[in-house]
């Protein structure tokens, strides 16, 4: 009974989901303010960066409970400025639910005018805190969460929760069809829906796992590789290396320091950015 009232709530509240705000990259003056009922006629394919960060060794994770900040201030700084030159910054929920990140741009200042980056989740089944443990449910930030439908699993009773858990709060759930069995979203969907939004600039920032799927399906247009001096006391590899960039027809096209850091910079075969002057970027 508690599911089919959620259920009946969410039917009716669908229509005055909160809207959030896109400020697009260019920092242009033209802002969208739009809900998940409202679309764009003309759009294409956001722009979008992959940022990773490994050890010394080519992990991308700690799997004890002692995971710190391993890369360098200097780093931070800049995948701060990557953060404000994109319009969303997707995760999946395990990014989530590890390290309840805020995702959001704190160490430089956006430009005037400009609103902090929509957070997009991917949550299969909708694993995420509730909103007194999530800081992307309660900041006042905007946030869409993306799920797939699974009546077994009561995913829209729980869509439902969120909603209610969230009220007050720039907070969109949307139901995307599956990339397959035990995959996830599927991300065509997810791009599509995000750019008939308005989001130009799309920025991944973890984990392994979203990170392969973007690389595996080839929708990646640039990565940011960093590589930390620090090694893990019990790594967890990911499988993702030079290979896996190159099969995602990527090459590498320049690399700098940030701080003690090793950066590599890979484009899609076409794509040009920085002008080659990496040291400047971004």
């Not at 989740?121 to 439908?149: E, K, M």
């Not at 909603?163 to 007050?168: A, Q, T, V």
Request: proline letters at 5%; glycine letters at 6%; a negative charge.
């Amino acid at each position: 009974m508690k599911a089919l009232s959620h259920l009946i709530f969410l039917t009716f509240f669908i229509d005055s989901i909160p809207s959030f705000i896109i400020n697009h990259s260019d920092h242009s003056t033209t802002r969208i303010r739009t809900n998940m009922s409202q679309e764009i006629d003309e759009y294409e394919k956001p722009i979008i960066t992959l940022k990773m960060a490994f050890d010394a060794n080519g992990a991308v994770d700690e799997r004890s409970n002692e995971s710190e900040r391993f890369t360098s201030n200097e780093s931070l700084d800049k995948v701060h400025c990557i953060r404000r030159d994109n319009d969303a910054i997707l995760v999946g929920i395990g990014t989530i639910v590890r390290d309840n990140p805020s995702l959001t741009v704190r160490r430089v200042p956006l430009a005037e005018g400009q609103s902090q980056p929509l957070r997009v989740i991917l949550d299969r089944s909708l694993r995420i805190p509730d909103p007194d443990h999530c800081t992307a449910l309660n900041d006042g930030n905007p946030t869409v969460v993306f799920f797939v439908d699974d009546p077994y699993k009561f995913t829209k009773a729980k869509a439902a929760e969120i909603m209610i858990s969230s009220l007050g709060m720039p907070v969109t759930v949307v139901d995307v069809e599956s990339d397959g069995a035990n995959v996830g979203c599927s991300i065509e969907r997810v791009i599509d829906i995000l750019a008939k939004k308005g989001v130009r600039n799309l920025m991944i920032e973890g984990g392994p796992n979203v990170a392969k799927q973007f690389l595996e399906k080839k929708l990646v247009d640039r990565a940011v590789i960093i590589k930390s001096a620090i090694a893990f006391k019990e790594p967890f590899m990911g499988d993702i290396n030079h290979s896996t960039l190159e099969k995602a027809d990527m090459n590498l096209i320049g690399g700098t320091k940030w701080g003690v850091d090793d950066v590599e910079f890979w484009s899609k075969s076409g794509f040009e950015f920085a002008n080659g002057e990496f040291d400047k970027w971004p």
